[in-house]
């Protein structure tokens, strides 16, 4: 446990931004299964709508620094390929 002041609030910092960036990372992963969903079951229109609404979510993770820029290029280039070999 810190004693000093500083120490004692970079815990607690360090605890607040591990739950933002967990919260995050989840949120994207949820829209990566969702479009995964979406491409299984056909849905042509649901998928294009779901493949925006997860791109859009990769790119703010990104602004967050929660993933690479090009983590992100990539797993944008797979959902685009999935949606477009279904």
């Given at each position: 446990m810190p004693i000093i002041?500083?120490?004692k609030k970079r815990v607690k910092i360090t605890e607040k931004?591990?739950?933002?960036?967990r919260e995050w990372k989840d949120r994207l992963k949820n829209a990566i299964k969702d479009m995964e969903k979406a491409v299984e079951a056909g849905d042509?229109?649901?998928?294009?709508?779901?493949?925006?609404e997860?791109?859009?979510?990769?790119?703010?993770a990104v602004t967050r620094n929660i993933?690479?820029?090009?983590?992100?290029?990539?797993k944008k280039?797979?959902?685009?390929?999935?949606?477009?070999?279904?």
């Open positions: 002041k500083s120490a931004k591990t739950a933002q960036n042509k229109e649901a998928a294009a709508e779901q493949l925006k997860t791109k859009k979510v990769i790119d703010k993933i690479h820029k090009n983590n992100a290029a990539r280039s797979r959902l685009t390929k999935m949606y477009n070999n279904m």
